[in-house]
């Protein structure tokens, strides 16, 4: 079984990322064969400082091995350093309808919240049916608000397939349904592009504030919270809690008595624990980025290998050799 997953290094990662996508890759790379790609090609469509660019890519290696990725048995590369991707994707674009694009989730959302559109923006499905089916994946593990791009993958894949013969591996979304969709400090979905986001490595004084401001409703501590498990902080703590803690909590909300403040604070203190040891060794892998920077380069080698033999079977099968 071959496992793929990107992630853009558009800015600092946060829980969102890390329950979403980062956790439950790292978890799969026991079992099979696992390839992780920082996704820079995509952040294109909205980053346009190339000095952010590079830290944030640099930044995006160390989060992964921090929290335990093992690039031994995993393939962490950077996007840019394969470029067959770019040249499948073009391969793609040309049977890709129109249609299947413009009913993309992600694109209309990002359009609705005025973000500036671009071809990039428009078109980037088909480069991540490129990143995908260039590695003959087998399993895509995705939140559920990502579920459709894998969908969108395989309906290109069977229309290459059916116009040129059987050329590629027709993957299949990993969601796990407890962490469908992480919510950010105002309700929302958590996204940097809504600005709502809890980092995973942030400072500490920034992050507790950013915990504290967390939307809720005007109901005094006193007053009974029957919809205790739609709270977001409560959400939230599910993830970075003991069940047996967050379950306590929940039921003290709901009862009475228990206040947003003394909520908040939870939240912070068990977030903050849950991630001590990973901050500990990204100290340690921020001392050696040299390290860091090999284990890229080593993993883009070995990403190469898979993805010019899949580049050219495609090419092949199109008539382009």
């Known amino acids: 079984m071959r496992i793929l997953s990107g992630i853009q290094p558009s800015g600092a990662l946060h829980l969102g990322n890390y329950f979403g996508m980062m956790r439950p890759a790292i978890e799969l790379q026991n079992q099979g064969d696992a390839y992780i790609f920082i996704a820079d090609y995509h952040s294109m469509t909205s980053l346009f400082d190339a000095a952010q660019r590079r830290r944030n890519t640099m930044d995006v290696a160390l989060d992964f091995l921090a929290c335990g990725l093992d690039a031994q048995r995993t393939v962490l590369f950077r996007q840019s350093d394969v470029p067959e991707h770019c040249e499948l994707t073009w391969l793609l674009s040309t049977i890709t309808p129109m249609g299947l694009l413009e009913r993309c989730h992600s694109y209309k959302d990002k359009v609705a919240h005025g973000i500036a559109v671009n071809h990039g923006l428009f078109a980037y499905p088909v480069l991540m049916a490129a990143d995908i089916l260039i590695y003959d994946s087998n399993v895509v593990p995705v939140g559920r608000d990502q579920k459709q791009h894998v969908e969108v993958t395989r309906d ?138 090999a284990t890229l380069r080593s993993g883009a080698e070995r990403a190469r290998t898979v993805a010019a033999a899949t580049l050219k079977r495609a090419r092949r099968a199109c008539g382009l050799e």
């Not at 809890?198 to 919809?227: C, H, L, N, W, Y």
């Open 156 to 293: 290109i894949a069977i229309k290459f397939n059916e116009t040129y013969g059987e050329t590629f591996v027709l993957p299949e979304p990993r969601i796990r349904d407890e962490v469908a969709v992480v919510p950010g400090t105002d309700g929302q979905k958590m996204s940097k592009s809504y600005g709502n986001t809890v980092e995973i490595f942030g400072d500490e004084k920034a992050q507790r504030k950013k915990i504290m401001s967390i939307v809720m409703d005007s109901r005094t501590p006193q007053e009974p919270k029957p919809d205790a498990d739609q709270n977001s902080a409560i959400r939230l703590l599910k993830l970075v809690a003991p069940a047996a803690v967050a379950d306590d909590i929940e039921n003290r909300l709901r009862a009475g008595g228990f206040g947003y403040g003394d909520l908040k604070k939870a939240l912070f203190e068990h977030y903050w624990n849950f991630f001590a040891e990973a901050r500990a060794r990204r100290r340690e892998l921020e001392a050696n980025l040299d390290h860091v920077e």
